[in-house]
């Protein structure tokens, strides 16, 4: 990322380094990435994910209502998102309690 900040691969890169981040349990860090491609214009292609992990980021750190927030505006923006069946059960369980 700092080697080529014009890279037209930018976007794809900052979701990767927020998976990586994630997967390292350093969710906040992955935030950061994954608020960065929800950020741009051409983060488009990747935002489905980026809004889904960030919202797996909330919860896991304990910002249950930014998670909430987060898993309502998937369901807004992806209606027919590849992570719509988990979005909507983690709602349906977030109501539940």
Request: net charge positive.
């Amino acid at each position: 990322l700092g080697s080529y900040p014009a890279s037209e691969r930018r976007t794809e890169i900052r979701l990767f380094k927020g998976h990586v981040l994630r997967s390292q349990g350093r969710c906040q860090e992955a935030l950061t990435e994954y608020d960065a491609v929800l950020g741009k214009p051409a983060g488009g292609a990747w935002a489905d994910d980026a809004l889904f992990f960030a919202a797996l980021c909330q919860s896991k750190l304990g910002d249950s209502v930014s998670a909430r927030q987060k898993l309502t505006s998937y369901l807004q923006r992806f209606p027919s998102g590849k992570h719509r069946a988990k979005v909507q059960s983690a709602l349906m369980a977030r109501e539940a309690r």
